[in-house]
């Protein structure tokens, strides 16, 4: 089995930054088997949407509305993938969810909130 734990959520002001931290524990053999460590978000009254993502080789995706501000990466030493948020907007706030997604598993943290003020 494997955990995530989030961090690095917070409140901040329009134009600010913030870094979230998703670290995974647990199981080596099945952190090892995900394929993709994805960021998502939800805000209230909205469907949870992906927001970014980073493959075990390397490979990134951005939602449209965060490409240019947001950079997904990963330090494997640590098991630890980050999202660096920049130029935040209102309209970014929204609790965030680290993902780990790999053949039958599918692992998810518990979420950390990010509030964009105007």
């Known amino acids: 089995q494997v955990q995530l734990v989030e961090s690095g959520g917070g409140l901040v002001q329009a134009g600010g930054s913030l870094r979230l931290s998703c670290a995974a524990s647990?199981?080596?053999?099945?952190?090892?088997?995900?394929?993709?460590y994805r960021w998502y978000r939800q805000a209230p009254g909205k469907q949870r949407e992906l927001v970014a993502q980073?493959?075990?080789?390397?490979?990134?995706n951005y939602a449209d509305s965060v490409r240019g501000r947001f950079t997904i990466s990963r330090d494997n030493a640590k098991n630890t993938v980050y999202l660096q948020m920049n130029s935040l907007k209102p309209e970014d706030t929204a609790v965030y969810y680290c993902n780990l997604w790999g053949v039958g598993r599918d692992y998810w943290g518990q979420g950390t909130q990010v509030t964009v003020s105007s």
């Open positions: 647990g199981s080596t053999f099945s952190i090892n088997a995900v394929a993709w």
């Open positions: 980073i493959s075990s080789g390397g490979s990134t």
